[in-house]
């Protein structure tokens, strides 16, 4: 069995230490007892109206109610300065809708073959157009719209939209806004940022403008030639969920070998494609964490 000796220096010592450490928690909770609440503050800013209010035992609770809500509320203004702006990745939904979305930026040699394969399966599908695209192939813009799908905002000029100022974010989106308008005599109220790429500017700089940021949460990377239909086909299908939404690009390597399979399968399991504005929750909505739009 050790044995410890304790010397009377230790004893000292250690009540010290005890001591300073009680003192400390005093002097912190005293402190923290003597600083204003967020509730106060409010109530310190908001003028002379509530410090000259009487403060009698009739109303006790209801100002003790009233000191609450401020608290909440100012907990909620606290947290939303932390939240980042999102656009929307995928909708929550349980009745098996899913968007299939269109990227067109390039080329227009396999726009007629996506068409042709829409309209075989019944199925509406969201084009994001740019600008010099919409401005090349005119026809291709009008055949989509004519065809029934939805013309979503792709930019004027296809440019990296964080790196840009508010009135160039403005004037890439409303260009093109006025190029789809005057070629099928209606406005897009969806956008979707070039690369993928944003930013809290930019998001609230779209929906400033009246259109709603639609991003993905499954992507083809269709544009990428190594990529072979098969393997486009294994990475998209398992993940398909109610609400997700689909990115594939109108001059994807490989779309003319997917497309059809894409479509079959997921109408086969259950899934009914629908454009983006239909997928998208009506009323009071917000965005979670994971970019899912949620009803409130």
Known sequence: ??????????????????????????????????KHSPSDARAASAGAKETASPAGSANKAAEHTALLSADDEYEVEVLAGFRKELPVYSVDRSDGKIALTIDAAWDDDKTPFILETLACYNVKATFFLCGFWAEAYPEAVKQIADAGHVIG????????????????????????????????????????????????????????????????????????????????LDSVLPRLADGSIILCHNNGFK??????????????????????????????????VNGRQRAK
């Open 153 to 232: 905002n792709h930019s004027m000029t296809h440019p990296h939209m964080s790196k840009l100022t508010d009135a160039e974010i403005a004037d890439e989106i409303k260009k093109l806004d006025d190029l789809v308008e005057n070629i099928t005599g209606t406005r897009p109220t969806l956008f979707r940022a070039p690369y993928g790429e944003y930013n809290d500017r930019v998001i609230l700089a779209v929906r400033a403008l009246g259109h709603e940021p639609i991003q993905w949460d499954i992507d083809t990377v269709d544009w990428k030639k190594e990529r072979s239909s098969q393997t486009i």
């Open 1 to 34: 069995m050790k044995i410890f000796v304790i010397t009377k220096k230790t004893l000292f010592t250690a009540a010290a230490v005890l001591a300073l450490a009680i003192a400390a928690v005093v002097v912190f909770v005293a402190i923290g007892g003597k």
């Open 255 to 288: 779309i003319e070998e997917y497309l059809p399979t894409l479509i079959e399968t997921a109408q086969a399991n259950g899934f009914t494609f629908v454009t983006v504005d239909e997928l998208l929750l009506p009323g009071p909505t917000l965005i979670d």
